[in-house]
């Protein structure tokens, strides 16, 4: 076993969630972001690793903003999942080591998450890998003609 | 290039992690230093200059517990935080060597990076007026290994309430003489992660920070790093609400309890205690203590041991405990019950002079 999730004990949830309501807060925070956004661009990236939550709080979080369109993995450093809530411009993305443990998790407002992107250090070795491919001898894996 | 020699951002490449995986290893760090998200390219821009430090551990009157914390840490794992962000050059419980080879390579690292290694230490040691055969490795005392090593660090973190502040070892009566790491070095920076044991990522953290922007966070008045000892278990407490609405807890198993209602009633420390157990959380990030439903017991606060009992609310003079009540009682039956009446007097008059705490008075304090 190289996690906790094998060991069948869970946290008890309160009887009364809507007493403590810690995730109500976030969506307001959300909304502000939204309305900056959409104002003037700003992105907000909110770590929700830093919020007091509960039990249930992140599943109450994550219920009110639903489900969007879009799903994305990207797989370095283990696996980051993205996806798009039922509100555009709201995503989640959730960071995992490869022994598949959180890292963080992130509400992003954007039109896009900054970590989707082609980043610009990776773009300015683009042309080299193509050219890396094009070349039989160097070792990269060959194109088909 | 030697590997001691290249950029975290060049030995990053190196291993084929592409700019988005160090994006990612950015962000987890971020959030490991409780930093904003908006904190990620400026820790980005230093983390790819970032040189890896040599780190010597030492560990003196401890139980390894705060070393377990450390390799339970998985943000990032503690593989990534030795092989590629530290140079731990001498730790007795991880390294691989052993006896006279292991004492090399700390007097070789202490030797090659002088003036600019990281010192760690866990564990309290016996004072300098102590007898120093309570605890010595490879027949050196604590006291001289420690003044040793400290002469050529950089700055020295005391990892633990043990090394912080003393802890279980210098607890009543203290039959070893202990002392903490800052009552004995004060011509070096002492960074305090205190805890028992610490937040695994508090550990990692405080290294991160160290690493990515070559200095020592911000400290409060007992030398640990605000960015985590900032705020009270009480205030991010996810309870928090209960205490605030009145509805406690006022045994382990009633329906207060059941319905995970504050626990101050049951003794919990957290409003006069510092950590970020409350948002940072144990064991992956699976629960705390006061989720799991147990009072805060404050052990990252000074002589948290001695404070009384750990089930005592913090408005109850911590001279009014059971043991005082049935020791007088023993004794008064014996004696012809002058001593319980006593006691009971002095229980009495603690009642009487018992202050609870109000909220308001609660957010003055805090």
């Known amino acids: 076993m190289t996690g906790l999730h094998g060991i069948p004990v869970r946290s008890e949830t309160p009887a009364d969630p809507a007493l403590r309501g810690n995730a109500i807060p976030i969506l307001h925070e959300v909304r502000h972001a939204l309305e900056r956004l959409i104002a003037t661009g700003e992105s907000t990236c909110i770590d929700l690793s830093s919020i007091p939550f509960g039990p249930g709080d992140e599943e109450r979080l994550t219920a009110g903003l639903g489900t969007g369109e879009v799903r994305a993995v990207i797989d370095a450093l283990g696996p980051t999942q993205v996806h798009e809530t039922a509100i555009p411009g709201v995503w989640l993305v959730d960071y995992h080591n490869a022994e598949g443990e959180r890292l963080a998790l992130h509400i992003e407002i954007a039109s896009i998450p900054e970590i989707l992107r082609t980043q610009p250090e990776d773009l300015a070795t683009a042309i080299a890998a193509l050219d890396a491919r094009l070349e039989p001898d160097q070792g990269a894996p060959r194109l088909q003609s | ?366």
């Open chain 2, 1 to 366: 290039m030697t590997k001691a020699n290249k950029t975290l951002g060049e030995s990053l490449r190196e291993h084929g992690v592409s700019r988005r995986g160090f994006l990612k290893f950015c962000a987890a760090t971020a959030s490991m230093m409780a930093l904003p998200p908006s904190m990620v390219p400026a820790i980005a821009a230093a983390l790819e200059k970032a040189r890896r430090p040599s780190v010597i551990w030492l560990s003196f009157q401890e139980c390894t517990g705060c070393t377990e914390s450390l390799t339970r840490s998985h943000s990032p794992t503690v593989e990534d935080l030795i092989l590629d962000v530290i140079s731990l050059d001498y730790h007795h419980t991880l390294q691989a060597a052993s006896g006279d080879a292991a004492e090399a390579a700390r007097e070789q690292a202490m030797k090659e990076n002088h003036g600019s290694y990281l010192l760690i230490v866990d564990g309290s040691l016996p004072g300098p007026d102590s007898n120093p055969g309570y605890s010595t490795i490879a027949g050196i005392s604590n006291y001289d290994l420690l003044m040793e090593a400290v002469e050529g660090a950089a700055a020295v973190v005391a990892v633990g309430t043990c090394a912080a502040f003393g802890g279980l070892p210098a607890a009543n009566p203290n039959p070893t003489g202990a002392v903490s790491v800052m009552d004995l070095v004060k011509d070096k920076p002492v960074i305090n992660v205190s805890g028992c044991p610490p937040v695994p990522m508090v550990i990692t953290g405080v290294l991160a920070h160290y690493l990515t922007f070559g200095k020592l966070p911000e400290l409060d008045q007992y030398h640990r790093p605000k960015a985590f000892f900032g705020q009270s278990i009480h205030d991010r407490c996810y309870r928090r609400p209960f205490y605030d609405k009145g509805l406690f807890a006022e045994s382990f198993d009633d329906e207060g309890a059941k319905a995970g209602w504050c626990l101050y009633r049951l003794g919990c420390k957290g409003p006069s205690t510092y950590n970020a157990c409350a948002t940072m959380r144990w064991n992956s990030g699976t629960s705390w203590p006061v989720e799991s439903g147990h009072p805060c017991l404050g052990c990252s606060e000074p002589r948290f041991w001695d404070a009384g009992s750990f089930y005592a609310p913090l408005s109850v003079p911590t001279g009014a405990n059971g043991g005082t009540i049935l020791a007088a009682g023993v004794t008064g039956a014996i004696v012809g019950g002058a001593v319980a009446a006593l006691a009971r007097k002095q229980v009495k008059a603690e009642r009487a002079d018992r202050q609870p705490v109000t909220v308001d008075e609660l957010e003055q304090k805090l």
